[in-house]
Structures are given as C-alpha cells and as structure tokens.
C-alpha cells in the first residue's frame, strides 16, 4: 500500500492532504498534554492523601502546572520541616544506663549518662561551633538518679531526669518524657552469711564484777568495719544473757551484698572466776602457804636493821636509841577471819571479800622485848571456773600492820569493817 492508501486512522508526522495532516499533527499534541495533566493530578493525589492528616491542611486542586510544582515544593519543605522536628526529639533512656549495687532486695540504683553519645545526636552534622559548644553544655546538663532503696529485680523504678530546660528550649531540643520508668533486673542475690561467725566474745575478771570483750575477726575490709556491741560490759555474773548487736542494719549491709537472719545474738557468761561465797569456797592449803609465808615475813622483817619493829610496833622513840638488832620468836596465828561483802553495800567502794590473818610474836633487842601482834589483810579471794580457789598473796611485807595493843589490831581490821562486811572467823 503507498503513503496515499494510508488509513487516516493511523498516526503519522506527515500526510498527502497538508489539512488533514496539519489536524493530526495537532490532536497528537493535545493528547500529549492530556496525558501529562492526568500525571500531575496523580502525583498530587498522593500528596493530598499524605496531607490530609495536617489539621491545617486545605486541598485546592491545581489549575496549572505552575500550582502542582508549588505543591511539590511546599511537600518538600513540610517533610523537611517534620524531619527537624523528629530530629528535635530526644528520648532520655536511649542514653542512660541503670546499674545496680547491693542484694536483691536491697539494691541502689546508679544512673550513668553517654554524654558524648548524646552530644553527636543534637549536634549532627553541624558546623556551627557556637551550636556546637551549647550542644555540648545542654548534653552535659543532663543527669538522672534513682530515689528508690531496696529495690528487687522486677520492680519499676523510676528514673528522674533532670536537664538545663532554658538551654533546650533556646536550641529547640524537646526532652521526650523527661522521667520515665524501667524494670529493675540483674541484681545479684546477695551472699548469705553468719554474721557473728567471726565476732569473738571473751569475758574476763571475776564474776560478779566480770566484763566483756567483743572482737570482729572478719577478714574482708567491708565486714571487718562493722561494729558490735554488748549490752552488759561490766559487772557481769556469771550465768548472765549478754546480748551482742551489730550497730549495722540489714539494709545497709544488704546494699553491701550480704544477707543475714539476725543482727544480734545472745552468749551466755560462762568460764568465770567467781568471788568466794563462803569459807566452804576456801582450800586449807592454800591457807597454809600463806600461813607460811607471814610467819616468814615477821622474822626478816624483824631482822631487817634499816628500821626497827619495836619502834614500828608502840611507836617509842626511845627504840630508836637502842639496838637494831631485833629478833622475832613465839610466832603464833590467833585467828584467820573471812570478811564478805553484804549485799546492800554493792554500791560502796572496796574489795568484795578479805582475809585477815591475825598473829602475834615476841620482838625483842638487845635491852628489851614486847608482844607484838599483826594484822595482815589480802583481798578478793575466788574459785576459777575448773574450781580452784586462789587469792593474791604476794608482796607480804606490804600487806600488814602491827601494834603492841591487840584491841587496836583486832578494832582496825575486823570491828570496822562490821557495818558493810558479813565477817566468819575460819581458824
């Protein structure tokens, strides 16, 4: 077929009739343009359809090319704008960790913020170094602490963030939910322990008047500082609930990650010396050596010649004209006394129970002779706990007075001590 036999039904740039041409060269430009116009009409479809969720938003249909490309670039400049926004936005927990110390159930919580993490989400890309340095304050005004104690795995926690709120605002930064709230997790059980396993509890003296002593022995530098107490330190008896206390509370030990029953414990005073009740408490051995001892203690105290007992025994000066050379003989104990503290004398001071030993003994010198009689006192007498009766009898020659009138020995250290002393004569 030639180019004349063509079906003017097919589009051609060119015809044989120039009218007839000149028409098709005209309908294929407006369909060009129709279709190019349906396409715009699409395009802003979608940017209505993403529009409408704007309250201000208000659709007016393009009626030219020039109104869909303003359209487009007022799409672009609301997804820039959205865009700062979200990038604005800051969410606190995104740059705080939350870690725990203690026992569960006793646990602190300590809060820690990325500062420097923090800092490279305001900035950006920034080069602004002005931006930059207030960036930089804001992100170190930021901190964030737990208020909570004793805190368990599971629990909420709320975390208190705190910020320069002037310096946000000026930046255009939003905090998002400043506090916020998390659950507690991975606190460690805690090491459970007898705390008094390591806390030595000695009593020593003598009971009544016996004291405490409470020592920490625990090795670990946390546990080796506590401090324990008794609630008796003195005048303990024997047999007595002595209660010993940790100053130091379960929580505070348990924020330490230790975990215990009991903060106190109760020991009973046992393994003391007791005071001698009786005479029945007294070993006759015992009283024999001393007895040994005075009679002893008279003679070299007699022979000694740097001072003389005749002189020391009546108090006559006339002895100290006379010869030093003394001599003691007829040494005879008159009686041994047991002096015991009565009950409503607790309160006055001295010696809870004496022995006095009363002898007599003939002094003489060169000229002359007297009878002499001494007292020698010793104090506090008791039984260890295995039994054994003891008393301290050492240092004799400081232990005794003498004097030529029996009644005044007898007076000074029996009779005197009537009113706060129950006294049994032994021997």
Known sequence: MSKQQMSKNEPVDKTVDLKLGKWREKSIAMEEERKKEEEERRQQGKFKCFMQDF?????????????????????????????CAVASKVKPEDYITVSYTGADGYAVAECSVDTEKLYRRLAGKTKDADKQSRYRSLAESVSAAVHQMNIANGQKVKIEVLFDKELAKELGVKIKAKDYTVRAKGIDAGTKIDLFSNV?????????????LVTNKWGDEYLGSLIFTADMTENIQKGDAVTIRCETGKEELGRHGYITDTLEVTVRAEGLSEYVQTPVDIDNAVLSEMQGQIEDTISAQTENTTFRMLYKATGKTSYLRSSNIEEASDIECL???????????DTVAGPDNYLYFLYQAVIENDDNEEDVYFAFAYSDGYVTSQGIFDIVHDENEKRYSCSDDYDRIYEEAIEQNETQYRIEQIQ
Do not use: M, N, Q
């Open 335 to 345: 009686g041994i006394y047991f002096l015991k503290k009565k009950e409503t004398a």
């Open 200 to 212: 030595e509890v000695t009593f020593a003296g003598i009971s009544p008047d016996a004291y405490a």
């Open 55 to 83: 309250p201000c938003w208000v659709h007016k249909e393009p009626k030219t090319a020039a109104g869909a490309a303003i359209g487009v670039l007022v799409l672009v400049i609301l997804l820039v704008s959205l865009i």
